[in-house]
């Protein structure tokens, strides 16, 4: 622990005991102490309610609070530094030093000279100065445990356009990894030309002259060189898998996050398979630069290499190879575009057919049962001839290039034997019979370079198109520009409305229209109106899913614009009509929003929302699996234990926006009937359809074409609201109006306002 005493403080600290209940307290104020002075030195101000501690942990890991950290914003990490790196630390920013007893200390600074480190005590005030300490000192104290905080350095890069730029800044952080590999490959080209020289030497001096010791000399030589080429082959490709491993890695984080940064609007207006078509193409994009750019780049070291050496050796001979390649290359370009445009009719036709076998599978019960067989097969027959006999098409026309470059090729391959035996004999001297075999050995790699040129700007036009199709995705404006952002008030549940008028983005009309309305804390809020009238809206506006509106919209006087998303959607508890549960058992489940929580929570929240009864009645009880798309619970269960879900976190306010319309009457009843204890002490707004299932609410808001039309209880609403009565009589029509005054008022519809 650090006090302003120099001498007690590197003293140890308190050795934790478990009755020493009151240490523990002190220790852990410390640390959260050392973390929220650091993140607001930072500007972010945490949350202490959003901290996750993993169960039974007395105190929050270096991990918890980076995740913590993280969560909110910034850039954290935990880390086992040495005195020395501490010392050397290039950074002005404050570093938490975790304690070996649990506590904390904020190191401020560093004097190198005097070799110590300025403490500082996170629960001390702003006056306090930051205490010097040295090594001997510290040692006692601090193992190296420490957090590494600073704002979100990687925001600037993330936030911009994606390009091609982009992602090649992202390869180019590589430096390393490709300085490594170009290194490879330059000396791979030229320890492969190398044995080939040697055959020169071999054929024209060992042979000619029978020199048994140079052909021993020239043989481990060649040895030797094969070897390193094995060595700086594996070096090369281990460094190539390093570098689309990591480059992958990287994507991936911030794919993902980029997702989930995207507002719903951008979700409700793209259809899922769309999106991920799009993000596929982020591997396309990648596999270019590190395969195609890369390769390239290593053949045009090769050619580099291997021209001068056929011009020195023949540069008659040299231009004729030349023209050859060129000739290879040209053919490649005239066809390749046409192959193209064939192969993609092909893809095209394949995706179809494939449309085709989803549908039929996904629809077999409509299928069988409006028996649509011959209908559907003759559907998938047309579409597979179709697919087929483009790819046959496809296939002829790609065998004609690779037809028409044989003459070519086996001219670089051999006939340079040929011509270089014309030369040899009309010019005695000016050629060998080496240097014809190398030409032709060598001369076959001069056209490979050249048609993977041609390739790559071909490929760049598809490259572009695939880039454009994932900047729509990625370059569409996040929810939020910085999660650390906004105000984290803890809510009563008050909610005010002031004059909130909304249209949604795609929307012609307004949905909500100057909605003006206060709602105390605690209220348990009815919401009805015709489908269309803006009750769904509202529940998102609450959630801060749509933020664009005019006017206000105020909880506990605080406007939502201001206030921190996360924070106010880990404030509310949200059940919908059609709810997602995740693979894992029922407990992952419901302590989804709040890993950490206990069993007593989560049996407590299953059985407000009258799910215990079921979940104890199957095999494994709270740990029944659920697998994807939920198959194995009923609609009903599904929806209670969205119910418990929400409540698991026991929030201050909850929406449920037609949570029980898909319900059977019995599991209505049940939540209905634990309604009124599921509203004790948070503010809640129910949609519904069901009049009567609002019965028991304080009041009810009825809208209409987004206009508040009134905003009472049941009776009154029944007494005064031409909207409300309607409904309720088309709903309860053996009710006549007088019999209506005659049903037993709810002591809350009775006692709301
Ligand atoms: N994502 C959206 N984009 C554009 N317009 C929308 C969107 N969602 C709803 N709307 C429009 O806003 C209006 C209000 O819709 P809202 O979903 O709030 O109605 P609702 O009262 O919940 O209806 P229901 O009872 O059918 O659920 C409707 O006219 C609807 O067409
Ligand atoms: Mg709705």
Redesign the pocket.
């Known amino acids: 622990m650090l006090t302003d005493d120099d001498e007690d403080y590197a003293g140890s600290g308190p050795a934790l005991g478990p009755e020493e209940g009151g240490l523990v307290d002190a220790v852990m104020e410390s640390r959260l102490s050392a973390v929220v002075h650091v993140a607001r030195y930072h500007g972010v101000e945490l949350d202490r309610t959003e901290l996750r501690l993993v169960p039974g942990a007395p105190l929050p890991s270096p991990a918890d609070l980076v995740v913590w950290l993280r969560a909110s914003g910034l850039w954290a990490q935990a880390d086992h530094l040495k005195w020395r790196t501490l010392l050397r630390i290039n950074t002005d920013d404050p570093v938490i030093l975790l304690f070996n007893d649990g506590s904390a200390a904020i190191m401020t600074g560093v004097d190198l000279e005097r070799g110590v480190v300025f403490l500082r005590d996170p629960r001390g005030t702003v006056e306090d100065v930051p205490v010097p300490v040295d090594e001997t000192r510290i040692r006692q104290v601090w193992s190296g445990e420490s957090i590494l905080i600073r704002p979100e350095r990687t925001e600037a890069t993330a936030r911009e356009p994606f390009t091609f730029g982009w992602i090649f800044k992202v390869v180019l952080r590589e430096r390393g990894l490709l300085r490594e590999i170009g290194f490879a490959g330059v000396v791979i080209a030229i320890v492969s030309v190398i044995p080939v020289l040697f055959t020169m030497v071999l054929i024209d001096q060992v042979m000619a002259h029978e020199a048994l010791n140079t052909l021993y000399f020239v043989t481990d030589m060649i040895l030797l060189l094969w070897l390193s080429e094995a060595v700086l082959t594996y070096t090369q490709q281990n460094c190539m898998g390093h570098l689309g491993v990591r480059l992958d890695t990287r994507l991936n984080l911030h794919l993902f996050s980029r997702l989930l940064g995207l507002p719903?609007?951008y979700y409700?207006?793209n259809p899922a398979g769309r999106t991920h078509f799009r993000l596929q193409q982020i591997w396309r994009v990648r596999g270019f630069i590190t395969g195609n750019v890369l390769s390239l780049t290593m053949q045009i070291f090769q050619l580099l290499i291997i021209l001068p050496i056929l011009f020195y050796i023949s540069s008659e001979l040299a231009w004729y190879t030349l023209a050859a390649s060129f000739a290879i290359a040209l053919i490649i370009f005239a066809f390749l575009p046409s192959i193209r445009r064939f192969y993609k009719r092909v893809v095209a036709a394949d995706a179809e057919k494939n449309t085709v076998l989803i549908e039929t599978v996904h629809g077999i019960r409509t299928v069988k049962s409006l028996a649509l067989e011959p209908q559907q097969r003759r559907a998938w027959d047309s579409k597979v001839a179709e697919a087929t006999d483009l790819r046959l098409r496809a296939m002829r026309l790609g065998a004609w290039p690779g037809a028409l470059i044989i003459p070519f090729q086996r001219f670089t391959e051999r006939g340079v034997m040929l011509l270089g035996g014309f030369i040899m004999l009309s010019n005695p001297g000016t050629i060998t019979l080496g240097s014809i075999v190398i030409f032709m050995i060598l001369g076959s790699r001069v056209s490979g370079p050249f048609v993977s040129f041609v390739r790559f700007f071909q490929d760049l036009e598809e490259i572009r198109a695939a880039v454009h199709e994932i900047q729509i995705v990625l370059d569409t404006p996040p929810e939020v520009e910085n999660i650390g952002r906004g105000l984290r008030p803890t809510f009563r549940g008050e909610i005010s409305f002031d004059d909130l008028t909304f249209t949604?983005?795609?929307?012609k009309?307004p949905?909500?229209r100057s909605l003006t309305a206060d709602i105390p804390a605690g209220t348990m809020m009815g919401?009805v109106?015709?489908?269309?009238?803006?009750?769904?809206?509202?529940?998102?506006l609450l959630q801060g899913i749509n933020r664009t509106y005019e006017g206000y919209l105020k909880i506990d006087g605080v406007e939502l614009r201001e206030v921190n998303l996360a924070h106010l959607r880990r404030s509310f508890g949200v059940v919908l009509?059609d709810n997602f549960l995740f693979r894992g058992t029922i407990r992952d489940n419901i302590i989804a929003s709040r890993p950490g929580l206990g069993m007593e929570e989560v049996v407590r929240a299953c059985r407000l929302a009258g799910a215990e009864e079921f979940i104890e009645r199957m095999p494994e009880g709270y740990d029944t699996f659920i697998e994807e798309g939920s198959p194995n619970v009923s609609g009903g269960q599904r929806q209670r234990l969205a119910i418990a879900r929400a409540l698991a976190s026991d929030p201050r306010l909850l929406i449920l926006?037609?949570a029980t319309s898909a319900l059977d009457p019995e599991s209505e009843a049940l939540v209905n009937a634990n309604l009124r204890r599921i509203a004790h002490g948070r503010t809640m707004v129910i949609?519904s359809?069901r009049l009567a299932s609002l019965l028991d609410c304080d009041l009810t808001m009825v809208?209409d074409?987004?206009r508040l039309i009134d905003l009472a209880p049941h009776a009154v609403l029944l007494e005064r609201c031409e909207i409300y009565r309607t409904l309720w009589f088309q709903q309860n029509r053996h009710l006549t109006h007088g019999a209506a005054n005659a049903l037993p008022a709810p002591d809350a519809a009775a006692q709301g306002n």
Do not use: C, F, N, W
């Open positions: 719903i609007d409700e207006q949604y983005p795609m929307g009309s949905a909500i919401l109106g015709r489908s269309g009238s803006g009750k769904s809206t509202i529940a998102r009509q926006d037609e949609v359809h809208l074409r987004g």
